[in-house]
């Protein structure tokens, strides 16, 4: 059964510093996202990672895909107020559920003047 | 941006009564799927769809019952509802090409309060 771990799941942290989120999985995949959830809104995707090796960055976020380790992470560089939410990593299943997503627990991110 | 509709946005309801949470998207995705999601907690699928005339039940067990005769739309009912199924439902789809399906986009959510 593939399980996917996310830590840590809360992350107070101050505007300007970095920081890098897990995401470990427990069976092989081939693709992994990261979403971002803000608080009574719904999921908003971030990056899809696509092989081994994979490294994406939008702004101050960078995430990367390491398939032989089953690591994930999401990198923040010089934090600022705006990045603060729930932040999902999700790993596609090719076993059981057919293809679907198993997501992480989530980090919640909150950054701090 | 996502073209996936989800109504009502929010819902109190008394206990025993049926409701149905609407979906709809745009996209022509062809694969659909509904997750329940408590308040700062992960996600958990409840049902999918393939495509017409698909349904299937997710990793979560659920009381809930879907339909998807359009493409387009993909509707979740509870005949009963209780108190247990106060929660955050999203609906979500995404396309198929080459053997994998592509990302998952969401729609804002429902929220549901059963009283």
């Known amino acids: 059964e593939l399980k996917v771990e996310q830590n840590p799941l809360f992350l107070s942290m101050q505007e300007g510093k970095n920081y890098t989120i897990y995401c470990n999985y427990s069976?092989?995949?081939?693709?992994l996202y990261w979403y971002r959830q803000d608080p009574g809104k719904s999921l908003e995707s971030l990056f899809v990672l696509l092989s081994n090796g994979a490294v994406k960055q939008e702004g101050r976020l960078m995430a990367s895909l390491d398939t032989k380790a089953r690591l994930s992470t999401l990198h923040i560089t010089a934090a600022v107020h705006d990045l603060s939410a729930t932040y999902f990593c999700?790993?596609?299943?090719?076993?059981?559920?057919?293809?679907?997503?198993?997501f992480g627990k989530g980090t919640k991110l909150s950054v701090k003047p | 941006e996502a073209d996936i509709y989800q109504t009502p946005r929010y819902l109190v309801i008394g206990t025993g009564k049926k409701i149905t949470l609407e979906c709809s998207q745009t996209m022509g995705h062809d694969k659909m799927y509904w997750y329940q999601q408590d308040p700062g907690m992960e996600l958990h699928l409840i049902h999918y769809s393939y495509g017409v005339n698909s349904t299937e039940k997710g990793d979560l067990s659920s009381e809930s019952t879907v339909s998807r005769i359009r493409t387009e739309h993909f509707p979740l009912t509870l005949e009963s509802a209780r108190p247990s199924h106060t929660s955050q439902y999203l609906c979500?789809?995404?396309?198929?090409?080459?053997?994998?399906?592509?990302?998952?986009?969401f729609g804002p959510g429902t929220r549901l309060l059963v009283l």
């Open positions: 069976t092989t995949s081939d693709r």
């Open positions: 999700a790993v596609i299943n090719y076993g059981g559920s057919q293809g679907n997503l198993i």
């Open positions: 979500a789809s995404s396309r198929r090409r080459e053997g994998y399906q592509e990302t998952q986009y």
